[in-house]
């Protein structure tokens, strides 16, 4: 599929918080494709509210065409690291470099902020996810490799109803830890 040049990426606003539960519900019309996890589709997404909290931070950004949100990431600066708590974009703009785009805006964010790394927690194998994710140079991290921070999330999230065998943290770094010898 073409690249979307139309859309622009930007720094979320509250003006567009209300139609952002709309682009996630679109968004997980991908996964009635996915064995097992076609419950997702009518899965609870986040609220207006908690898109206002990373709004006010700074740290949501959107697509925007023709004067809507055709997609939007939002993540939270927690402990040197950016964690991504969403991406999500219109069923009918996927596979266009929209998702690609606003990740790179974040990552960009991070990078500005001299913060140590990209976290997520994300569904191993499916292509839109884990996959999608390494070719922007995420990492999978094993066990014993996560952090007590992202383990809590990977079990809040299985407490949630997530499987949590399908589920898996990555990260992006951005910088070494301090004493850390590069190979």
């Known amino acids: 599929m073409p690249s979307d040049t139309e859309a ?3 720094t979320t606003t509250r003006a567009h918080a209300p139609q952002l539960p709309d682009v996630e519900r679109s968004a997980a019309e991908a996964f009635r494709s996915a064995a097992g996890l076609e419950w997702l589709v009518s899965a609870p997404v986040m ?6 909290r990373f709004i006010a931070e ?7 065409a023709g004067g809507a949100a055709v997609g ?4 939270e ?5 950016l964690h991504v708590w969403e991406l999500a974009v219109c069923q009918d703009r996927q596979g266009r470099g929209i998702g690609r785009r606003l990740m790179a805006r974040a990552i960009d964010h991070a990078r500005d902020c001299d913060l140590r790394s990209v976290t997520l927690t994300t569904f191993r194998g499916v292509p839109w996810n884990e996959p999608f994710y390494a070719t922007l140079g995420f990492e999978t991290l094993r066990v014993g490799e996560t952090d007590p921070r992202l383990e809590s999330i990977l079990a809040r999230e299985v407490d ?3 499987p949590g065998e399908r ?8 910088r ?4 850390a010898v590069e190979s």
Do not use: K, N, Y
């Open 72 to 75: 939007f990431v939002c993540a």
């Open 167 to 174: 589920r898996c943290a990555m990260r992006l770094r951005l």
């Open 176 to 179: 070494q830890p301090p004493g």
């Open 8 to 10: 622009i990426i930007r």
């Open 77 to 81: 600066a927690v402990e040197g690291d």
């Open 58 to 64: 700074g740290t949501s950004w959107v697509a925007e």
């Open 47 to 52: 609220s207006v509210e908690t898109h206002e």
């Open 160 to 162: 949630q109803g997530l």
